[in-house]
């Protein structure tokens, strides 16, 4: 067992040191941390709202929804887009844009549309016999 750490020593001995350097960086730091709040909030509220509404998972549900739904992802301008078709025909995309279905099916392959059952599969492993 490894010994007690002397948190009383260790505060003597680098104590002054921190202290030091708190004074010099310090309001260099806050500074830092003031000036680059609002990037790093807007960084994070936008991921956490992919992840609260995740698209492929809208889109599943969209494509359940309609007569012979099939899905497909695209990229336009470096997002990802599923469209959503229905007996061939598109029929939405998730997350919503602007962009017109001839725009982001211009280069797609028709060939790699799947079922929401497709989509949907997951590998199962085998799990570990108990002892």
């Known amino acids: 067992m490894a010994a007690a750490t002397n948190y009383t020593k260790l505060a003597l001995k ?4 921190v202290y030091t350097l708190a004074q010099k960086y310090g309001p260099k730091l806050v500074e830092q941390m003031l000036k680059n709040r609002e990037p790093a909030k807007a960084f994070v509220s936008e991921r956490t709202d992919r992840v609260r ?6 889109a599943l549900e969209h494509a359940d929804s309609v007569i012979e739904g099939t ?6 301008r470096g997002q990802p887009y599923w ?10 995309t998730h997350p919503h844009t ?9 280069n797609a392959d028709p060939s790699k549309r799947v079922s929401p059952a497709e989509l949907r599969r997951t590998i199962t ?3 570990r016999p108990k002892k």
């Open 14 to 17: 680098y104590g002054p040191v």
């Open 53 to 58: 509404n995740n698209p492929r998972k809208r």
């Open 125 to 127: 492993l085998p799990r």
């Open 71 to 76: 899905l497909q992802q695209v990229f336009h």
């Open 98 to 106: 602007d962009a017109s279905f001839d725009v982001l099916l211009l």
């Open 83 to 92: 469209v959503v078709f229905s007996r061939g025909e598109p029929v939405g």
